[in-house]
């Protein structure tokens, strides 16, 4: 059974076709890769999924629920939890409040102030410290709570990202090119992650680059091209697909040029 499914959702930007009737289906438990060259679109479909880009057309079905239209909050707070292919966090504020910022934010306690100015002094406060630091345990990150995000190496700075993900209720994770810009030890530390995540029962959308990690991990993949499906299918079977195979190879005669 579907948790997450998309159908026919189209966007363009000025002459631009970003995004041209794409369909997908995400189910609990597994994960799901969006791969193809820069510019195909991946990102877009993220950003039209929580609605932070407004489709031209389709629906997002979250159970069966269309969430098209819905503010980006109400989609965090239905499910949806997603990364973002740069890092964005508050540098200056430690990792646990980067963490308790998105737990309240999901909450909507409205207790951003005392986050940021003063760290945890009442009942809601500390309930909201308490959730955060789960979210840490799970990433791995317990010893780093106290650690401001600007002085942690690259690997930590993107789970981070990860935990304020997960901060919310989340059922569908959207993450895009988490192990980007990684080394190889930081890129497996965030695969196992990830494969944690899915064993717990989260459906996984994931935009990678790192072919071996998408065949490595993924149940299904789809291939996007100039803003349209062209493949989808087992990693095996997209990875012998003519049209796949020419995709990728223009891209690479594009970047010699
Ligand atoms: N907000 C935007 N305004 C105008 N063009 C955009 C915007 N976002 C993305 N694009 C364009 O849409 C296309 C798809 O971009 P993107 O989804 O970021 O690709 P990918 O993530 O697959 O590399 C690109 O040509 C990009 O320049
Ligand atoms: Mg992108």
Do not use: W
């Not at 940021?116 to 002094?121: D, E, L, Y």
């Amino acid at each position: 059974m579907a948790i997450l499914e998309i159908k026919r959702l189209s966007k363009s930007f000025g002459g631009l076709q970003a995004v041209l009737d794409f369909n997908c289906v995400v189910k609990p438990g597994e994960i799901h890769a969006l791969i193809g060259p820069n510019g195909a679109g991946k990102s877009t479909v993220f950003n039209l999924i929580c609605n932070l880009i407004k489709p031209d057309a389709g629906e997002v079905l979250l159970n069966g629920e269309n969430l098209v239209g819905l503010p980006p909050h109400r989609i965090t707070e239905k499910g949806i939890g997603r990364t973002f292919q740069n890092v964005r966090l508050f540098k200056n504020i430690s990792v646990r409040a980067n963490v308790a910022v998105a737990v309240n934010a999901a909450k909507r306690h409205g207790i951003l102030q005392s986050i940021v100015r003063s760290g945890p002094n009442s009942a809601l406060l500390r309930s909201v410290y308490e959730e955060a630091d789960q979210v840490l345990e799970i990433v791995g990150l317990t010893h780093r709570a106290n650690s401001l995000p600007k002085n942690l190496p690259y690997g930590e700075q993107k789970r981070v990202e990860l935990a304020r993900a997960l901060a919310c209720p989340v059922k569908v994770l959207l993450l895009d090119e988490p192990t980007t810009g990684m080394n190889p030890t930081e890129s497996e530390t965030m695969l196992e992650l990830i494969q944690s995540l899915r064993q717990r029962g989260l459906a996984i959308l994931l935009v990678e680059h790192n072919m071996r990690i998408v065949m490595g991990i993924s149940d299904v993949v789809t291939v996007m091209n100039f803003g349209q499906v062209i493949a989808e299918g087992t990693p095996m079977e997209v990875c012998s697909d003519e049209r796949v195979i020419s995709a990728y190879l223009g891209e690479k005669r594009n970047a010699r040029a």
